[in-house]
């Protein structure tokens, strides 16, 4: 079956609405989709950013809000709304979506998503955290120790390692088997036909 | 008729296929589409950039190439050709184009888009630029006397200054009657989609 990696960042809002339609894209190109959390910072940091461009540039901070209001309404999401801290804080949700495997992760990459840009809730917030992960019959103390073990901390550390070596400078971001790098929300459906056809 | 104004820049990568697919669309659409050519220069410059952010973050401006190529052979376009300058110098052909209207000035802005981004050309060079005018059957001498004039130079201020006050920040945007903004090729059936439903 083809594969495609999907990175993305639980701070990153044109994340949220390719977190929300891959899977079942997925179904319909026949492609298996492996859900990679990784960080931002470093990557915009080695840009020379010490925040989002959206805050940088406030035209272009403004006009994603209201691409994001047009695309939810499109995509039949919620309203969209922006957290109160924005990028979020968005190491706990990372280091947890590494904790899980498959379907579990995508799960629960989706529950941070709808909290945060349906919810407007800070998911660095434990409690935010706390609530999802008991939704999803989770035991949240048992991971919030576990996050701050170092074999986790290591893994969320590669994995944004991972993403500046392909190349990867915002996300969402695609990766295909044979290395076609795909940035943004728009071009899923275009990476998602390149796993298709390239994949192994 | 529901209208769209289309602002675009010579020099940039992303307003050429969708000045190559526009008026096909705007059939579809039923919709009249205003060409408004700008420059991006100002409008960096009021964000801080002295040049393009494809030249300010070296990983992003590899992406873009490899994105034009796949999205050149997408839309049956020759291969996606990067000018020995980039950004262009592209008053020229801008103020050109502002001495045309209607159908004149869509034919000249195509042939400009070709010679850059098909052909690698110059198009700050007034050979390229004469060779272009004469296919049109235009008088190149007369034109490129009349670009030197004030009314023209203003012509272009004018238009760059009214992009601005759209709260464009990047090319090429869409704006619509009712003012509803939408930024870059991939959002043209969105923005056309949006004039022809809320279009006057």
């Keep these: 079956m083809a594969k495609l990696d999907f990175f993305y960042e639980f701070a990153s809002t044109y994340s949220y ?7 079942d894209l997925a179904l319909d190109y026949d492609v298996e ?3 990679r959390p990784f960080l931002l910072g470093p990557v915009f940091k080695a840009q020379g950013w010490e925040t989002s461009p959206f805050n940088i540039y406030p035209e272009k901070g403004r006009y994603m809000i209201r691409d994001l209001e047009r695309i939810c309404e499109a995509d039949g999401l919620p309203p969209f709304r922006m957290p109160k801290t924005f990028p979020a804080y968005s190491i706990l949700p990372a280091r947890v979506a590494l904790c899980f495997t498959g379907e579990l992760r995508a799960a629960f990459s989706r529950a941070v998503y709808d909290a945060e840009f349906a919810g407007g809730a800070d998911i660095s917030d434990t409690k ?3 609530k999802i992960l008991r939704m ?3 035991d949240a103390a048992k991971l ?5 073990t170092q ?11 991972a ?3 392909h190349g990867i400078f915002g996300a969402p971001a695609f990766v295909t088997a044979d290395g076609e790098l795909f ?3 728009d071009r899923l459906e275009m990476a998602m036909e390149w796993a298709a056809k390239n994949g192994v």
């Design 17 to 23: 609405p390719a977190a929300m339609r891959i899977d």
């Design 33 to 35: 989709v492996n859900w």
């Design 128 to 130: 935010v955290i706390g």
């Design 136 to 138: 999803l019959g989770e």
């Design 144 to 148: 919030f120790e576990k996050v701050n």
């Design 151 to 161: 074999p986790v901390k290591d893994l969320l550390r590669n994995e944004t390692e």
């Design 163 to 165: 993403a500046r070596k």
């Design 183 to 185: 940035w943004g929300n």
